[in-house]
């Protein structure tokens, strides 16, 4: 269903670097767009490849990213565990991203945790986007 929003995250698994989310706005008339850019699952993409079409993707879609430095997951741990921080990043990238587009739309995620799980994650938090 269109228009909508996919996001994911990078760096969790990682010791060195950031956790990053981000989060894209796409409408059916993008699919051609992004059928000749060649974009897929990026696992499955050169790092040359993605290099070619990140300026084409950035200034031709709406997004949201946020990155979580280890300092700052550091401060947190005690508090929130690597999902808790995950669901949090990736709701604030939705709302981000839906006051930019101004509508409705659906909304994919990788998932990382059961529904039920995800929306305990962000009990505390004042504004959650549903239906994800």
């Known amino acids: 269903m ?15 670097g950031p956790i990053c989310v981000a989060a894209a706005y796409v409408t059916k008339d993008d699919i051609p767009l992004l059928e000749e850019l060649g974009v897929t699952d990026s696992k499955k993409m050169t790092d040359e490849k993605i290099l070619e079409i990140g300026p084409t993707l950035i200034n031709r879609f709406a ?7 280890n300092s700052k997951f550091n401060e947190v741990h ?4 690597m999902n808790v921080n995950k669901a949090k990043m990736h709701n604030q990238c939705y709302i981000n991203l839906i006051n930019k587009i101004g509508g409705k739309c659906t909304i994919y995620q990788d998932q990382f945790a059961e529904e039920s799980l995800y929306y305990k994650y962000l009990k505390d938090e004042e504004n959650v986007v549903r239906d994800v």
């Open 2 to 16: 269109f228009p909508q929003i996919g996001s994911d995250e990078v760096g969790t698994g990682d010791a060195f």
């Open 78 to 81: 005690d508090e929130f565990n």
């Open 63 to 69: 997004y949201s990213q946020l990155s979580l430095p």
